[in-house]
Each structure stands twice: as C-alpha cells, then as structure tokens.
C-alpha cells in the first residue's frame, strides 16, 4: 500500500501573502509604463528641436546677404574643407584656423532670441563655417524638491534610503561630460550631409566621454533654389532622464508603500481570521471530552460573515447534542425510577402465589416468574448505581477527599475477596513502602472490585488471579490479569465505554457492560487512566489502572 504524498501545509496568513505577491507585477507594469512615457518624452523632444531648427531656418530663408563671410582683419578668408574621402559616419574635423571668420551679428540676434538654456544653436555654411552659436548643452537644473504633501517619516525615508537605491539602479543623467567646442564645425556629417541634401534629419550620439548623448536636428536654410547652409539645434536627453527618473521614483514609492500598506493589511487580517477560527476550534473541542460526552457549549458568534455562521452552526449542533445526550444519560435513572413500581407488583403477585395451594406443574412456572423478576431487579440496580455514581463524579463528589495509602486498600480489598471467592486463588504483589493517593477509598475499593469481578468471569481453568500495585515515578498502577481468552480486536477501543459487553454467553446473571465503565469514571476522577491489553504470553489479559501520587510524595 502506497504511502498518500505529504501536502504542504499553509496557514491562512501564509495563503493570503502568497497571494500578495501577485501584486509584484505592478512594478514590472510601472516599468513598462515608465519606459512607454521614456519614448514618449524623447520622441516630444525630437520633434521640439525639429520645431526649432525648422523656426531658425525659416527666419534666415531667402535671405543671401546673411552668409556673406568677411574674413577677419588682417587675415584671409579660410576655405579649408572636410576631406570628401572620410566617411559620413565619422566626425570630420577641420583643424581651426588661425582666426576664426568673423561672425554674422544678424544670425547671431536671430538665433540668440529662439536658443534656450538647455539647447544649443548652430548656424554654419556649406563650407561648415560657423555662422553663429548660441545656447549651451549644460543647461542649469534646479533639484526636485520633496513633496510636502506626504508625512514626514515618508520624505525622510525616501531622501534617506529610498533615493540613494534608486540612484544606484538608475543611470543619473550629469553636466559633466566633455562639450565640443571651437569655430569650425565638430560634429557628426550625417545629420549635417543631410541637411546640406535639402532633408530634416534627426540624429542621436554619445558625447566624446560616454557621459551623455546628445538629440541634433539639422535643417537646411534656403537661398531660392538652393540650400545655402543648415541650423543645427541641439539637446541632451538629462531632462528626459531626469524626467524618467522622477516618474519611476514616485511609481515605486508608491507601489512599496501599497505593497507594505497592503502586507500589513493582510497580516492583520489573517491573524484576526486565524485567532476566530482557532478559538471557534478551541471551543469546539472543549466543548466534547474524549469519551464524546458534552462538557460545554460554544457561544454563539454575533458577526454576521461566514465565520459567524459557522460558530453559530457549531453552537446549535452542540447544543442539540447536548440535549439529546441529557436524555440518554437520564434514561437510565427514568427507566429505573418508572420500573420500579411494575417490578414491585410483580414480585407481590408471585409472594402470592407462592403462599396459596398450587398444584406442582404450577409452581415451575411461578419459580420461572421469580428467576426472571431476579434478573430485572439485578438489572436496575445496576443502572441505578451506574446513574447515580456518573452524576456524583460529574458534579460534586458527595464524599471529601482524603490522603490515604493505596496498598493498605488494596491489600484490604483483596482478602476480602479470597473469602467471596474460595474457590479461586487471588494472589498480590505489592511495592515496598507507603503508596500515598489522594482522593475517595471507598471509591478505589468499588473500582477494584468491578477489575476483579470481570477478571474472575473471564478466568479459565485454575490459573490465578493476580493483583499488582507498582510505583512509576510520579505515578502508580493497579494490575489486575487473568488466564483466558485474548481482547476482541475490534472493541479495543471501546471496552471502557457505557452499555458495551464482550461477553457472548449472557448466561444467568446479566450484563449491561457498566463494570468497566464505572472503572473508567472513577479512574478519571482520580486524575488517572484505565487500559486494557492482552498479556505477553498471549493467554490471558491485563487491565491497568494508573493513578497519580500525592502531590506531598511526589
């Protein structure tokens, strides 16, 4: 027989944050989000510098007399190239000359007015002679300031903790890196060669550093037909990066605090959750002892969710399980009270009889009557005692209790059943010393005598029977064995309950299986235990009652 896989076991508070980490995909939703408002941002930007170059172009078309170089005092007009031979993807420098062309103040005042901080303006010629610049690529950036709209304890957090990680994680955009300057051209020819072509083209790159990349877009400037020069507008992409930044700090501040908000949320639930379910658990099982008599009964919950109706559930189905185990437990002592006065009226008819004239044939059937009413009596003085000793334990043991020494009763109890009983051999074995217990010796004595009335009934052949008292520690056991036949395996549990008999032949006395019962109640009241088991050698069986000591002893 296969062994059933062991599941995993999980509480409710376990359950509830495994199912929390469902919510970690909204981060991973803010990334996506933040990088979709990234491109968003740069594509704004392209087009803005676009816009500008195409505005500054626009303001220098049809207008010759603007790209008319004069050459500086003193000095020859350069007309130094690129080389036509270097590749339009890589930079071509010309080396500056002596002194750079002097400048047109117009395009210069044009330029100035439509430039911006953080953009830079160009305006060169066909040979790439600088016209005109304006604007610088180091724009200033004022910091982001804290949002005064959150508590304390949250800006503190995320000045402190929450903004050093992030800025471990993300590349922080600087107006340190290398800027290119000089009064011939240093820039990249492919926006410049297509400009130049009469096309608006947009490129990115990196500084000479790696430390940021810059957005150019070229546009060609007009003289008629002909394209007389280009304006480059230039922008890096720290303000797009700072702007991602922002957005991805301010998102993940968020869902960390949703999440924490969230998590502390859910454990408090689920630990409320657990305690009620634990508690209705608790409860249900105080209210059943082991033997699935009712004890107590569940309170009833007011809270009107799911719980609530189970406890309430609970509460009525305990309470008719009380009700009906109350009439059971009275029926006994109703049947005995309600058969008595019958049994009564019966046994003075048959006095009756018995004292007139019968013939004989007559009298065996009156002798038959007699047996009978015997066996009824029998019975209800069993139940009656029954009864009577399960309501005095349950509530309120009528007699005080004492200290007294185990041995010196059983011992007592036990020559007095080698005179009840001459016919069978009853031997003892007790423990050295004194064995101190506290509670009802009369009670013990009862008990004895229900262990060694059944162990005589079961007894075969000539064997004897033994009686043992031994110390365990803090505890003693009362063994009382017999010779016979072995436990039924089927009733091993159910040998000590009420109205439960193993006997097969009911002969002539009867039995209603409450000697061990009664053996159990007093052994519980006692704070012990009763057990039954067949012995080592397979042919009799063993009943051991274990009691614990007197608190002073032990």
Known sequence: MTKAPRRLALGIRAQLLLVL???????????????????????AQERTLAGTAQAVATALHDRPRLFEVTPAPGQALSTER????????????????PAAPSRSPDIEQIIQGLSRTSARIWVVNRDLDVLARAGSLKGVRTAASADETLPRAWQWLDRELLHPLYSLVLAQPTDDFDEEQGGRILLPAREIDGALSGILTIERRRTPDGKAIIVSAAHPI??????????????????????????????????????????????????????????????AEAAIDEQGRVRSLVAPSGAGDEIGDLSRSFSSVITRL????????????????????????VRSSLDNLRASSLPDDARVYIDRAQH??????????????????????????????????????????????RVAYPARSIELALTGG??????????????????VANAIEFAS????????????????????????PPLPAAMAGQLFDSMVSIRSDQGDEPHLGLGLYIVRLIA??????????????????VVVVTLPLSSAAA
């Open 322 to 345: 009380a009700q009906y185990a109350n009439h059971q437990q009275n029926m006994a002592s109703r049947l005995s009270h309600e058969l008595r006065t019958p049994v009564a009226v």
């Open 372 to 417: 009978g009413l015997n066996r009824l009596t029998h019975i209800l003085t069993r139940m009656t005692e029954a009864t009577r000793l399960e309501q005095s334990l349950g509530q309120e043991y009528v007699g005080e209790r004492e200290r007294f020494d185990l041995a010196v009763v059983v011992a007592g109890c036990v020559d007095g059943y």
């Open 222 to 283: 007009w003289v008629g037909d002909q394209v007389r020069g280009a304006v480059i507008a230039e922008e890096t992409t720290n303000a797009v990066l700072a702007e991602r930044n922002r957005a991805f700090e301010r998102l993940f501040s968020i869902v960390l605090a949703a999440l924490l908000i969230g998590s502390l949320a859910l454990t408090a639930f689920a630990s409320r959750l657990s305690s009620r379910i634990r508690r209705l658990r608790d409860e």
């Open 524 to 541: 519980e009241f006692h704070g012990g235990s009763v057990a039954a088991r067949d012995r080592d050698d397979g042919r009799g069986v």
């Open 21 to 43: 980490t469902v919510f970690l995909a909204i981060p991973w939703l803010g990334y996506e989000y933040v990088r979709e408002l990234e491109r968003f941002l740069r594509d």
């Open 434 to 451: 004194e064995v101190p217990v506290e509670g009802a010796p009369e009670l013990v004595a009862q008990m004895l005598d229900k262990l």
């Open 82 to 97: 690129a080389p036509d031979a270097v590749p339009s993807s890589v930079p071509r420098v010309a080396p500056p000359p």
């Open 461 to 484: 052949g000539d064997a004897p029977i033994r009686v043992t008292l031994t110390r365990d520690g803090e505890r003693v056991n009362i063994a009382v064995d017999n010779e016979g």
